[in-house]
C-alpha cells in the first residue's frame, strides 16, 4: 500500500514538473516569431533534458520505490550528452551553467550516500566477521532488490578479501572447523599466482599484435580473475565452518555460504547418499569432501546468484574430520 505521506508531496513536485513543461511549450508556442521560437527552443530541449527528466525520474520511480538518489546520476548524464549532442551554438552557454549546476548536484549526491553506505557498512561489521554480511544491508537499502544486492555484495566482499584482509587473523576455536588446510588449496593458490602473471603477459603481447583494444580487455579479466582467486583463498582462511547456537555455518570461501539448523541435520556420512544428483551440493575442495552433512528432510539454500534450490545433501571439506563428525553426531543424536 502506497505511502500516503510520501505519495503526496511526490504528486505535487511531479505536478510542479509537468507545469514547468506547459509553460515552457507554451511559451514557445507563444513566441512572436520562429526566430523567437527557435530561440526559447534552443534554451527549453537543455533544461527539459538536463532537469527536468531527471527531477521526473527521481519522483516516479527513485522516490517513490526507496531507492538510492546515485540511480539518477545515469539520468543525469544521459540528460547533458543528449542535450549536448543536439545542442545549436546559441544554447552552449546555457548547458554550461546546467552541467556545473549538475555536476555540483551529482556530487552532493555521491558524497551523502557513500558516507551513508560507510556508516551501514561499520555498523554491520559489528555484528559479523564475514564481508558478504557487512555489504548486504546498506545494498538491499539502496537497490530494494535482493539479487542484485547479493551479487553486489558479493563483488565488495571480494575487493575487501583480496585487498584489505590481509591483517586479520586467522579465526579459531572449539567450535570452527577449516577446510582450507589438508585440501592444500592455499599452496595451489600460491602456484597460481606465480602463473597468471606470465600467461597474462604473454597472452596481453599476442592479442595486442591483432587489437590493442581486446589484448587490454583480457589482461583487465585476468586480473579480475586473479582477485576472485585470492578473495576466495582468504575467504576460505577467515571464513570457517562454525557450529554454535543449535546452527550449522557452512562456508566455503566466496562460493557458499549458508546456515542450516543443527536439528535439521540426520548425519554426517562418508559417501553422499543415493537420490537425485541435482539435490546434492559438494564443496570438497581439490578433490573429494571428506564428508556429507544428510538433512532429515529437504532444506532451502541461496545459491551464489541469489537463487534457492532444495537440497538434501551437502559434501564439505573439514581439517578435523573426526572432532567434527563427533560434534555433529552427538547433536543428532539428541
Not at 107 to 117: G, M, S, Y
Not at 166 to 191: C, E, I, M, N, Q
Not at 256 to 263: G, M, N, R, T
Request: charged content about 15%.
Amino acid at each position: 500500500m502506497p505511502d500516503i505521506r510520501n505519495s503526496a508531496p511526490n504528486a505535487i513536485a511531479l505536478a510542479c514538473l509537468a507545469l514547468l513543461y506547459l509553460f515552457g511549450a507554451t511559451a514557445i508556442a507563444l513566441a512572436p516569431n520562429a526566430t523567437a521560437r527557435a530561440a526559447l527552443a534552443d534554451y527549453a530541449f537543455p533544461l527539459d533534458c538536463m532537469v527536468v527528466l531527471p527531477a521526473l525520474f527521481y519522483f516516479a520511480i527513485v522516490k517513490r520505490n526507496g531507492l538510492s538518489p546515485l540511480f539518477v546520476l545515469p539520468i543525469m548524464w544521459a540528460g547533458a550528452a543528449l542535450a549536448t549532442f543536439f545542442a545549436q551554438n546559441e544554447a552552449l552557454p546555457a548547458i554550461a551553467v546546467l552541467a556545473c549546476a549538475a555536476l555540483a548536484a551529482e556530487a552532493v549526491i555521491a558524497i551523502r550516500e557513500i558516507t551513508r553506505f560507510a556508516k551501514a557498512v561499520q555498523t554491520a561489521r559489528k555484528t559479523s566477521e564475514e564481508a558478504h554480511a557487512w555489504f548486504l544491508p546498506p545494498l538491499m537499502r539502496m537497490t530494494k532488490n535482493a539479487r542484485i544486492s547479493k551479487l553486489a555484495a558479493n563483488e565488495f566482499a571480494m575487493l575487501y578479501y583480496a585487498l584489505f584482509s590481509w591483517r586479520r587473523a586467522t579465526p579459531s576455536g572449539d567450535t570452527l572447523f577449516s577446510y582450507h588446510k589438508s585440501s592444500g588449496y592455499s599452496s595451489f593458490v600460491a602456484g597460481m599466482m606465480l602463473v597468471i602473471p606470465i600467461e597474462m603477459t604473454v597472452m596481453h603481447l599476442l592479442v595486442s599484435q591483432w587489437n590493442a583494444t581486446a589484448a587490454w580487455a583480457l589482461t583487465l579479466a585476468s586480473v579480475y580473475a586473479a582477485l576472485w582467486i585470492i578473495a576466495d583463498c582468504r575467504a576460505s582462511i577467515l571464513n570457517p565452518i562454525a557450529v554454535k547456537n543449535d546452527v550449522v555455518q557452512i562456508r566455503s570461501g566466496m562460493r557458499f555460504s549458508a546456515d542450516v539448523p543443527l536439528d535439521a541435520v540426520a548425519a554426517f556420512v562418508e559417501r553422499a547418499p543415493e537420490t537425485d544428483k541435482a539435490k546434492l551440493i559438494d564443496l570438497g575442495l581439490m578433490g573429494n569432501p571428506s564428508g556429507w552433512l544428510v538433512f532429515a528432510k529437504p532444506v532451502r539454500i541461496e545459491t551464489f546468484f541469489g537463487t534457492e534450490k532444495t537440497v538434501e545433501a551437502i559434501g564439505i571439506a573439514v581439517d578435523d574430520k573426526a572432532r567434527f563428525s563427533h560434534l555433529i553426531g552427538r547433536a543428532a543424536s539428541k
